[in-house]
């Protein structure tokens, strides 16, 4: 028997990563290839008339599994139903604007979306924050839902996380597919902190260690940590854009994986709240290395942190209470 429709939510619609993205739903690649959809397009007034040309092309696309469009700027009618909700709509960066600015408009976008996303979403609807700062306006998204069970809100480290496994499997020149358990602890910024100290490569002989395997401390230690940390940066600087066809895809594997499960054996990184785990401070929410089973993630426990990560691991979970402050005097 054909499944019912998944709705799924995708702000900002008519942007670059929303271009990527909804043939990617639509085509079966975040959700599975038997289980039909239904798109909710968001975006403001001055996207709408390209919103619609995005609608135009769906229907053109005629994929077999796309069983309804909403293309909309009411935010209401956008979340109603929603069973999953991506959120990439946001405020960037222009010039002359100071964070705190750019901060200020993403956290009161965040703030009434919650209040939408609570009221109108499905039950346990789940979601994921893609837009910057992700980490601080899915805590802000948190905040203002309380009905939401924050284990239903996340936000996307998982890009960082597939850059991590594309830099190894090119070292090694390997197949990506070889490589696993690298982890992104913290936020999804300069300050993360790409890991590979559990990190492994299938080989003939078996499982293999990326620290047996690369012998080179220092490029482990340095050049690939801030390739990773300054990758976004690269891309906006080749592209003149921002990342958008793998920050789509890294969208769709982060959703897929927690509803449909991680491998055994494999974990992948998500940008949830801390429990404080790792000693990293409750109340942020901070990539970690998470399973997932039954529709739920579960934070990796007991992994060995050496002195070197426990500064990383730090480090970025201060810039993330620092961001946390700076969104709180945003709304007083
Ligand atoms: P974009 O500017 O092309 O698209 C953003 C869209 O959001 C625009 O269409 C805009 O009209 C819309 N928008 C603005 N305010 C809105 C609101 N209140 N409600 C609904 N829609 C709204 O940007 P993009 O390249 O698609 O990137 C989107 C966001 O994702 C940016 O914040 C970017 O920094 C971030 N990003 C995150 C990651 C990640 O890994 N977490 C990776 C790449 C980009
Ligand atoms: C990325 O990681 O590619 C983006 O978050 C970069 C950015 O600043 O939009």
Redesign the pocket.
């Known amino acids: 028997m054909a499944k019912d429709p998944v709705r799924v939510l995708v702000?900002?619609?008519?942007?670059?990563?929303?271009y990527a993205l909804v043939p990617m739903i639509a085509r079966g690649v975040m959700l599975g290839a038997d289980q039909p959809v239904i798109l909710h397009m968001?975006?403001?007034p001055?996207?709408a008339e390209?919103l619609n040309g995005v609608k135009m092309e769906l229907v053109d696309a005629a994929f077999p599994l796309l069983k309804g469009v909403v293309a909309t700027t009411d935010?209401v009618e956008a979340c109603t139903g929603v069973n999953i909700a991506v959120m990439?709509?946001?405020?960037?960066r222009k010039e002359g604007m100071e964070r705190k600015d750019v901060m200020s408009k993403n956290v009161s976008?965040y703030k009434s979306?919650a209040s939408a996303l609570e009221k109108h979403a499905a039950a346990n609807c789940k979601v994921l924050v893609?837009?910057?700062p992700?980490n601080t306006n899915a805590l802000i998204l948190k905040e203002f839902a309380p009905s939401i069970p924050e284990k239903n809100i996340s936000?996307?480290?998982r890009?960082?996380h597939n850059r991590a496994l594309g830099q190894i499997s090119e070292r090694l020149n390997v197949q990506v597919s070889d490589v696993k358990n690298v982890i992104i602890w913290g936020n999804?910024s300069s300050t993360q902190y790409p890991d590979v100290n559990h990190a492994s490569v299938n080989t003939p002989a078996g499982a293999k260690a990326v620290r047996e395997l690369v012998s080179d401390d220092a490029w482990l230690n340095g050049e690939f940590i801030t390739t990773v940390q300054q990758r976004?940066a690269a891309i906006i600087k080749a592209r003149k854009?921002?990342?958008?066809l793998s920050?789509a895809s890294?969208a769709c594997d982060h959703i897929r994986d927690w509803v449909l499960g991680t491998p055994e054996g494999t974990w992948v990184s998500m940008g949830v709240y801390s429990d404080g785990s790792y000693n990293v401070p409750a109340g942020l929410i901070y990539s970690f290395p998470v399973t997932c089973q039954n529709g739920e993630w579960k934070i990796v426990q007991g992994l060995p942190i050496d002195e070197f990560s426990r500064k990383k691991l730090d480090l970025t979970a201060e810039e993330l209470s620092e961001e946390k402050a700076l969104a709180y005097s945003c709304l007083s």
């Open positions: 702000t900002g619609a008519a942007g670059q990563i929303g968001l975006d403001i001055p996207a390209a935010v990439v709509g946001g405020f960037p976008i979306q893609v837009a910057n992700a936000c996307l480290t890009l960082d999804h976004g854009l921002s990342s958008a920050a890294a």
